[in-house]
């Protein structure tokens, strides 16, 4: 099968989706898979969940066509060496790699978030305090912990990459577990869609967690992402949110994602500087 042109949007999970879907029943074959035109590395962290589930049914995987391009950022990334390619050095340093994660591994998921992704990416991300790095951090570590405490996922898998002349650096974060609305439902004892699942969790504080403070993670980077312009997006189930500077989009795939993906943009051309209210420094141009 081929996977053409895949970058950050509806058509692209399509894809994903129907590819997943097309072989999640095969047993013991041989699944070829091309990758042409373009492949958006972030989104390695969803073809590398998908992959995993293809290979549980003792499928093997085959590379039979990547166009020159995709081959080496997939190599840079470390994505291509779980499927026995050497790795490429990332001199310019486009990728935050590719990683599994067992999700008891916690510790050193946060470690990777705020040397690989922040601390790594620091003079490309928008200026901000120590206060809004750390808030960011704890968002996508929250995200981390709900995979971890809710999906039952074997592995969380993540990736990033830095588009230099787009001025844009994206970063997934996927599971292959339980889905937010089975979550919810199961949680709620209800029966919401995925759509009203998603909603449901991008609310502030809003948690499925027990006797645990939790749902601040979605709702904040929501609110830096509006003001810095960035993207949010959620798969899970069939169902797909997006929230960008052009407001909230939410559609129904042709079927279903077995887990769940997010994705963040922040756009790294953003001259503004970024505080929390907390920090009260009256030169900040944006405060949370």
């Given at each position: 099968?081929?996977?053409f042109?895949?970058s950050?949007?509806?058509?692209?999970?399509?894809?994903?989706?129907?590819?997943?879907?097309?072989?999640?029943?095969?047993?013991?074959?041989?699944?070829?898979?091309?990758l042409?035109?373009?492949?958006?590395?972030?989104?390695?962290?969803?073809?590398?969940a998908?992959?995993d589930?293809?290979?549980?049914?003792?499928?093997?995987?085959?590379f039979?066509?990547?166009?020159?391009?995709?081959?080496?950022?997939?190599?840079?990334?470390?994505?291509?060496?779980?499927?026995?390619?050497?790795?490429?050095?990332?001199?310019?340093?486009?990728t935050?790699?590719?990683?599994?994660?067992?999700?008891?591994?916690?510790?050193?998921?946060?470690n990777?978030?705020?040397?690989?992704?922040?601390?790594?990416?620091?003079?490309?991300?928008?200026?901000m305090?120590?206060?809004?790095?750390?808030?960011?951090?704890?968002?996508?570590?929250?995200?981390?912990?709900?995979?971890?405490?809710?999906?039952?996922?074997?592995?969380?898998?993540?990736?990033?990459?830095?588009?230099?002349?787009?001025?844009?650096?994206?970063?997934?974060?996927?599971?292959?577990?339980?889905?937010?609305?089975?979550c919810?439902?199961?949680?709620?004892?209800?029966?919401?869609?995925?759509?009203?699942?998603?909603k449901?969790a991008?609310?502030?504080?809003?948690?499925?967690?027990?006797n645990?403070?939790?749902?601040?993670?979605?709702?904040?980077?929501?609110?830096?992402?509006?003001?810095?312009?960035?993207?949010?997006?959620?798969?899970?189930?069939?169902?797909?949110?997006?929230?960008?500077?052009?407001?909230?989009?939410?559609?129904?795939?042709?079927?279903?994602?077995?887990?769940?993906?997010?994705?963040?943009?922040?756009?790294?051309d953003?001259?503004?500087?970024?505080?929390l209210?907390?920090?009260?420094?009256?030169?900040?141009?944006?405060?949370?």
């Open positions: 099968m081929r996977l042109n895949i950050n949007d509806f058509n692209s999970y399509q894809q994903l989706i129907h590819f997943y879907n097309d072989n999640k029943n095969k047993m013991f074959a041989d699944i070829e898979l091309d042409k035109q373009f492949f958006c590395a972030n989104l390695s962290a969803a073809l590398g998908i992959l589930k293809l290979i549980i049914n003792s499928n093997n995987i085959c039979t066509n990547i166009d020159k391009a995709i081959e080496t950022i997939l190599k840079k990334n470390d994505f291509l060496s779980f499927y026995g390619y050497n790795s490429e050095k990332d001199i310019y340093g486009t935050v790699k590719y990683k599994k994660i067992l999700p008891r591994d916690a510790k050193y998921f946060r990777y978030i705020e040397k690989e992704f922040i601390e790594s990416n620091l003079s490309n991300l928008p200026n305090s120590m206060g809004v790095k750390h808030s960011i951090i704890e968002a996508i570590y929250e995200i981390f912990v709900n995979a971890q405490i809710h999906s039952q996922t074997e592995y969380i898998y993540s990736c990033g990459q830095l588009f230099h002349t787009k001025n844009e650096i994206f970063f997934t974060l996927v599971d292959t577990g339980i889905t937010i609305k089975d919810v439902n199961n949680r709620f004892n209800s029966s919401l869609t995925s759509l009203q699942a998603i449901w991008l609310e502030d504080k809003n948690t499925t967690k027990r645990i403070t939790g749902g601040i993670g979605l709702a904040f980077l929501k609110e830096f992402i509006k003001n810095n312009k960035g993207l949010l997006q959620i798969v899970s189930n069939d169902g797909y949110y997006s929230f960008d500077e052009k407001g909230e989009q939410y559609k129904l795939f042709s079927g279903k994602f077995p887990g769940t993906i997010v994705t963040i943009k922040f756009r790294t953003d001259k503004c500087h970024y505080s209210k907390s920090e009260k420094d009256i030169n900040l141009e944006n405060i949370f």
